[in-house]
């Protein structure tokens, strides 16, 4: 049987599995071969059916037991796992144990299709489950059971909001079970992380994760083997022991996985250090930015949207030269010269306030933009955060150098064991596959979908837009049920909100600017006339408990206002409605400003038959159509930086400071 196994638990041994090495153009046929075959097998989980079977007749013998005959049964379960680790008829009863622990620590039980999903993951596949399906319960069984067999296990989620949300809700039946359980949140000191990853279980999200990873791997520089290491501590070098915070990589299983290992797998995660800050850079980046701000495109520079990416033209060059040869010593190098004013083009142009950053007590802080949270840590690297920092007005912090990086593929496919599950699976079912042999497993739901589907608004300016929202909003709320609006930015969730405000409508703002209120938030999301506004921070796994007569009057409705980069982020946000068999409802209200159409060359022609239906239909295929250019484009930026990290051979070795 496939599943996790034993390996040393030790901040020393740090057991992890070395990267396979690059597919040969003859061996790419054969693993896709073996993917498709997977998939037809798999189809709706047919292999489970014997696990599942069997975990259903052992339900009457868990049922019947005591506490402390649970308890017995529990802890000589444990025993046989760390002896003889797992085989059909253990992961069996550990499952049916499980399930029966959950009913008395948490009142509530697995159902079957959570069964079907825990058992996916054990077995090194990720589940497709249903938005609403409970994924964080049904993480339990999978989490559980390689506890009990001795194997530490990282759920890996998102945001810290849902890593501490699971960890608290999940950990009376971890304790239930003998097992410890910590989570590991943004500003926590090394020893209290340490003393974390040292549980049976963590929560934790993939850039604390992959960051306290990489933290260790610095220290680590000049003993990277298993030798060296050792033979430090026989020296008395009891320094690196202390700072060391993971016991290396056994099994990790990754909630919305399509997130973390597509999504947010474009670039690697870099850990810098502050270098020495010289007098004259700030006057530096203050010429850059002013002598970038007289450039005009496509006769300066010409510009890739996608990358981000600025190229300067011949001409460009030239009023560069001829800009910068009285500014002083820094602009006499040629390479130095071109390099800074794209760096500042690329701030100018490419990162916006309050979509990318916010400006906060007078300093510049990174918004993530997949999770909508702000990341007060973290800056962009070659001078791009201090050209920033100059754009805005701020004061200048000291630049920094790249020490150590890793992509997410990289990170991942070093773990022994790996699984995920998502509400999202199926755009991205090949490359699951392709980079990290995964394959999914589409999980039957348990309750029916109650979800209706608005037909599709299009509106001529983003004006009409604002008034189409707060229409449907105040339409609903006069039902009874409360609403939830998504919104792409900060700046364009502020805006909604003074629109429904000139309409009278009250209505609460959920972004990067409110971040410290998400609990409280979320919490009154469900009741009767709440209008909430919401940026990505409101998307995956956010759980919206729904009042009764919220419920009774059709439950809640979302409203999508422009459409993601990905289809499946905007099935995410509609899964925050119609969640556990409740009724939901979801509409899409978009324009031909929206960033969609607002640069194609056949926006005026839309324009124009936009008043017929036919028209309004085309338009919006056409927006679709963009949006899966863009989703493939995504992908073959993923494959390029896979093959970029093949070629620096990033194999556990410093080499220009990659991993």
Same mark, same amino acid.
């Given at each position: 049987?496939?599943?996790?196994?034993?390996?040393?638990?030790?901040?020393?041994?740090?057991?992890?599995?070395?990267?396979?090495?690059?597919?040969?153009?003859?061996?790419?046929?054969?693993?896709?071969?073996?993917?498709?075959?997977?998939?037809?097998?798999?189809?709706?989980?047919?292999?489970?059916?014997?696990?599942?079977?069997?975990?259903?007749?052992?339900?009457?013998?868990?049922?019947?037991?005591?506490?402390?005959?649970?308890?017995?049964?529990?802890?000589?379960?444990?025993?046989?796992?760390?002896?003889?680790?797992?085989?059909?008829?253990?992961?069996?009863?550990?499952?049916?144990?499980?399930?029966?622990?959950?009913?008395?620590?948490?009142?509530?039980?697995?159902?079957?299709?959570?069964?079907?999903?825990?058992?996916?993951?054990?077995?090194?596949?990720?589940?497709?489950?249903?938005?609403?399906?409970?994924?964080?319960?049904?993480?339990?069984?999978?989490?559980?059971?390689?506890?009990?067999?001795?194997?530490?296990?990282?759920?890996?989620?998102?945001?810290?909001?849902?890593?501490?949300?699971?960890?608290?809700?999940?950990?009376?039946?971890?304790?239930?079970?003998?097992?410890?359980?910590?989570?590991?949140?943004?500003?926590?000191?090394?020893?209290?992380?340490?003393?974390?990853?040292?549980?049976?279980?963590?929560?934790?999200?993939?850039?604390?994760?992959?960051?306290?990873?990489?933290?260790?791997?610095?220290?680590?520089?000049?003993?990277?083997?298993?030798?060296?290491?050792?033979?430090?501590?026989?020296?008395?070098?009891?320094?690196?022991?202390?700072?060391?915070?993971?016991?290396?990589?056994?099994?990790?299983?990754?909630?919305?996985?399509?997130?973390?290992?597509?999504?947010?797998?474009?670039?690697?995660?870099?850990?810098?250090?502050?270098?020495?800050?010289?007098?004259?850079?700030?006057?530096?980046?203050?010429?850059?930015?002013?002598?970038?701000?007289?450039?005009?495109?496509?006769?300066?520079?010409?510009?890739?949207?996608?990358?981000?990416?600025?190229?300067?033209?011949?001409?460009?060059?030239?009023?560069?030269?001829?800009?910068?040869?009285?500014?002083?010593?820094?602009?006499?190098?040629?390479?130095?010269?071109?390099?800074?004013?794209?760096?500042?083009?690329?701030?100018?142009?490419?990162?916006?306030?309050?979509?990318?950053?916010?400006?906060?007590?007078?300093?510049?802080?990174?918004?993530?933009?997949?999770?909508?949270?702000?990341?007060?840590?973290?800056?962009?690297?070659?001078?791009?955060?201090?050209?920033?920092?100059?754009?805005?007005?701020?004061?200048?912090?000291?630049?920094?150098?790249?020490?150590?990086?890793?992509?997410?593929?990289?990170?991942?496919?070093?773990?022994?064991?790996?699984?995920?599950?998502?509400?999202?699976?199926?755009?991205?079912?090949?490359?699951?596959?392709?980079?990290?042999?995964?394959?999914?497993?589409?999980?039957?739901?348990?309750?029916?979908?109650?979800?209706?589907?608005?037909?599709?608004?299009?509106?001529?300016?983003?004006?009409?837009?604002?008034?189409?929202?707060?229409?449907?909003?105040?339409?609903?709320?006069?039902?009874?049920?409360?609403?939830?609006?998504?919104?792409?930015?900060?700046?364009?969730?502020?805006?909604?909100?003074?629109?429904?405000?000139?309409?009278?409508?009250?209505?609460?703002?959920?972004?990067?600017?409110? !971040?410290?209120?998400? =609990?409280?938030?979320? &919490?009154?999301? /469900?009741? *009767? #006339?709440? @209008?909430?506004?919401?940026? $990505? %921070?409101?998307?995956?796994?956010?759980?919206?408990?729904?009042?009764?007569?919220?419920?009774?009057?059709?439950?809640?409705?979302?409203?999508?206002?422009?459409?993601?980069?990905?289809?499946?982020? !905007?099935?995410?946000? =509609?899964?925050?409605? &119609?969640?556990? /068999?409740? *009724? #939901?409802? @979801?509409?899409?209200?978009? $324009? %031909?400003?929206?960033?969609?159409?607002?640069?194609?060359?056949?926006?005026?022609?839309?324009?124009?038959?936009?008043?017929?239906?036919?028209?309004?239909?085309?338009?919006?295929?056409?927006?679709?159509?963009?949006?899966?250019?863009?989703?493939?484009?995504?992908?073959?930026?993923?494959?390029?930086?896979?093959?970029?990290?093949?070629?620096?051979?990033?194999?556990?070795?410093?080499?220009?400071?990659?991993?």
């Amino acid at each position: 049987m496939d599943g996790p196994g034993r390996q040393p638990t030790s901040v020393l041994l740090r057991p992890e599995q070395a990267l396979p090495p690059a597919m040969r153009w003859f061996e790419r046929p054969h693993h896709q071969l073996k993917g498709w075959v997977g998939r037809w097998r798999w189809r709706k989980g047919r292999p489970l059916d014997d696990y599942l079977q069997g975990i259903v007749d052992l339900d009457e013998i868990a049922l019947a037991y005591s506490d402390q005959q649970l308890h017995t049964a529990v802890a000589e379960l444990r025993r046989q796992l760390l002896c003889k680790g797992f085989d059909r008829d253990s992961l069996c009863w550990a499952f049916a144990l499980i399930r029966e622990a959950a009913g008395r620590s948490l009142g509530m039980r697995h159902f079957d299709s959570q069964l079907r999903g825990g058992l996916a993951m054990f077995l090194g596949r990720v589940a497709e489950m249903a938005t609403g399906e409970g994924k964080t319960l049904t993480a339990t069984l999978p989490v559980s059971a390689a506890a009990l067999g001795g194997i530490p296990v990282h759920v890996i989620t998102v945001n810290d909001y849902l890593a501490a949300r699971d960890a608290e809700e999940m950990t009376p039946l971890y304790e239930y079970l003998g097992l410890s359980v910590g989570c590991i949140q943004q500003g926590m000191s090394r020893d209290e992380r340490r003393d974390i990853y040292a549980k049976d279980i963590v929560y934790c999200t993939n850039k604390e994760l992959v960051f306290d990873y990489l933290k260790d791997h610095l220290v680590l520089k000049g003993a990277a083997a298993t030798m060296h290491r050792h033979a430090e501590r026989l020296k008395g070098n009891v320094e690196m022991d202390q700072q060391l915070m993971l016991r290396g990589l056994h099994f990790a299983i990754v909630d919305e996985a399509d997130s973390v290992f597509m999504d947010e797998a474009r670039t690697p995660l870099i850990i810098s250090g502050e270098t020495h800050h010289n007098e004259g850079q700030e006057q530096v980046y203050q010429q850059a930015v002013t002598l970038a701000q007289q450039l005009q495109r496509d006769t300066h520079f010409e510009q890739q949207d996608l990358r981000r990416h600025i190229q300067l033209t011949e001409k460009g060059e030239s009023a560069v030269d001829t800009a910068s040869a009285n500014l002083g010593a820094y602009w006499v190098g040629r390479i130095r010269r071109y390099e800074i004013v794209r760096q500042a083009l690329t701030a100018l142009i490419f990162f916006e306030r309050d979509r990318h950053y916010l400006v906060r007590d007078g300093k510049v802080q990174i918004i993530d933009a997949h999770t909508g949270r702000v990341m007060p840590d973290r800056t962009w690297e070659r001078g791009l955060h201090q050209l920033i920092e100059t754009k805005e007005g701020c004061e200048l912090t000291a630049p920094r150098e790249t020490l150590a990086k890793i992509s997410y593929q990289n990170f991942f496919r070093r773990y022994h064991w790996l699984a995920g599950m998502t509400g999202t699976a199926r755009e991205v079912v090949g490359e699951f596959w392709q980079i990290y042999s995964l394959a999914v497993v589409d999980i039957p739901t348990h309750n029916a979908l109650r979800r209706e589907h608005y037909p599709d608004t299009l509106c001529a300016t983003d004006a009409d837009k604002q008034a189409r929202i707060a229409e449907s909003v105040a339409r609903e709320v006069a039902l009874g049920r409360s609403v939830l609006v998504g919104s792409s930015t900060v700046s364009s969730s502020e805006i909604i909100a003074e629109a429904l405000a000139e309409k009278g409508v009250n209505c609460r703002l959920l972004n990067a600017k409110q !971040d410290a209120e998400e =609990a409280e938030m979320i &919490a009154a999301a /469900g009741q *009767p #006339g709440q @209008v909430t506004i919401a940026t $990505s %921070m409101a998307g995956r796994g956010t759980d919206i408990k729904l009042h009764t007569d919220v419920h009774a009057a059709g439950g809640l409705h979302v409203i999508l206002t422009e459409l993601q980069e990905a289809s499946r982020i !905007d099935r995410q946000l =509609a899964g925050r409605g &119609a969640r556990f /068999g409740d *009724p #939901g409802s @979801v509409e899409l209200i978009v $324009s %031909m400003d929206d960033e969609w159409l607002q640069r194609a060359w056949y926006r005026s022609l839309l324009m124009a038959v936009s008043e017929y239906s036919w028209g309004q239909r085309l338009a919006l295929l056409l927006m679709r159509r963009g949006q899966a250019r863009l989703q493939t484009q995504h992908s073959r930026l993923r494959q390029q930086l896979l093959k970029v990290d093949a070629r620096q051979g990033d194999i556990l070795a410093f080499t220009a400071g990659s991993i």
